[in-house]
């Protein structure tokens, strides 16, 4: 890793207050920034900076630390598949026989997620919200018995073949393999931009899981908004909170990957955008942040692919959904801790895209995790080492 002499401050704000808040990051080459090391340097810098922001219950020595799905042990990878199995026989927290589509606690937090779509997306919650759901998910997977801390997906290490990927590669320390592959075209996903599409060529699976853990996992809710192969048309299930049984499927598709989701776009991101609002958007492929485009958190998701893995409503009911949102989480992080005094806001709408128009998104309003979990106020979730509710960190 080559680190320059030259030095520079992330942001107009922090050079008028270089003597308290100037954060210092190398200038990388391209070489670096496309390898991946520049983005393990800034999240050394950020692993740094953060230690000063300890506070309530959460300190040094009992800080959670999340790490890349590869860094685990194979007895770990086979621990966390464990307590996720767990959570799919744990009883659901939802009044019985009022989701039928509900079987377990692990349906819960699809659930939720359906439930608050339109209210988490392309709104001022969307990261303080998926960063307290995958702690709620992660503190029931300790409740299960696991003794690690939730993994992420590292997608630029993934960009030239997603089946050999440790993540999905079918192994029993996978999260299981590709979809079973049959003959279609790709997706035309929408875009915040009305009648504008990111056109996706399909990818190397389709059909069902069939192999490693989940290849027996059943799905029952939504679809919702599930892109349909060769159209321009999504397709919903006509109760999405019914009892709707189907395999998991999934389509790795790597050009989603090579397209929005490369060290170099998420490097640039952290390094490029100084303000919440251009960093949300950008990374969310929202125009004017970035010409329409997936941005890298909907690159993954359309990397992973399938039913319901390329639905934005119940794309949790893919075991692999929390791994590529702590990755989305420790973007954010980073991108928090190179600069902490200047990035604690937030801006948004309510309601997605500002529809139906509505209020902005404040700090103090809270972000409902019933039944999973109690409501919190979305200040006490922008500090990862805060304490109560939150104590991680990311290496
Ligand atoms: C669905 O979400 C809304 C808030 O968006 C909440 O008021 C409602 O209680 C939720 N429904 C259930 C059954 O949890
Ligand atoms: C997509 O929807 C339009 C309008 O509802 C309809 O005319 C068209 O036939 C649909 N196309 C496909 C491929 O389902
Ligand atoms: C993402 O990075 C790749 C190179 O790694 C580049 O070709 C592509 O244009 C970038 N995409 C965006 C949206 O910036
Ligand atoms: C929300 O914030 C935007 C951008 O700052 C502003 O233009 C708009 O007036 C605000 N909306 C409301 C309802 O306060
Ligand atoms: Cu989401």
């Known amino acids: 890793m ?116 339109n209210k988490i997306h392309l709104t001022g919650s969307f990261l303080t919200w998926h960063r307290y759901f995958i702690s709620v998910y992660e503190q029931k997977l300790h409740a299960c018995g696991y003794t690690g801390n939730l993994p992420y997906w590292e997608w630029g290490l993934d960009v030239n073949s997603l089946r050999d990927s440790p993540v999905f590669d079918g192994s029993d320390t996978s999260l299981g393999s590709d979809g079973a592959y049959f003959k279609h075209e790709g997706i035309h996903i929408p875009t915040p931009q009305p009648g504008v599409t990111v056109d996706l060529g399909p990818g190397t699976g389709g059909g069902c899981v069939f192999k490693g853990p989940f290849k027996d996992l059943v ?80 690159g993954g998701h359309n990397a992973i692919g399938g039913d319901p893995g390329s639905d934005p409503s119940t794309s949790p009911g893919d075991p692999s959904f929390y791994l590529h949102h702590a990755q989305v989480d420790r973007v954010y992080w980073i991108w928090q801790n190179l600069d902490w005094t200047n990035r604690q806001s937030i801006f948004g709408p309510v309601n997605l895209l500002n529809y139906p128009p509505g209020p902005n998104t404040t700090l103090e309003d809270y972000i409902p995790m019933e039944p999973l979990g109690k409501p919190v106020q979305i200040k006490s979730v922008i500090n990862t080492v805060g304490g109560a509710p939150l104590c991680y960190v990311y290496i």
């Open 219 to 298: 799905v029952t809710l939504g679809p919702v908004n599930l892109p349909i192969y060769g159209s321009y048309n999504a397709t919903s299930a006509a109760n999405p909170f019914a009892d709707n049984p189907r395999c998991l499927k999934r389509d790795l598709n790597v050009e989603s990957l090579q397209r929005f989701s490369t060290f170099r776009n998420t490097t640039e991101l952290i390094l490029y955008q100084k303000t919440i609002e251009w960093f949300q958007g950008t990374m969310q492929g929202e125009p004017p942040y970035l010409a329409p485009s997936l941005g890298v958190h909907g």
């Open 2 to 117: 080559v680190l320059l002499k030259t030095y520079l401050c992330l942001t107009a704000a922090a050079v008028a207050y270089a003597s308290s808040s100037c954060t210092s990051v190398p200038t990388y080459s391209q070489k670096d920034i496309d390898s991946g090391a520049a983005l393990a340097s800034l999240n050394a810098i950020a692993l740094k900076n953060v230690q000063k922001n300890y506070a309530g219950s959460c300190n040094a020595r009992n800080v959670k630390v999340r790490q890349e799905w590869r860094t685990l042990s194979k007895a770990q990878r086979k621990q966390f598949i464990a307590a996720v199995k767990c959570t799919q026989k744990a009883p659901s927290a939802v009044a019985p026989g009022t989701i039928p589509g509900i079987h377990s606690q692990y349906d819960d937090f699809t659930y939720v997620h359906i439930n608050q779509t």
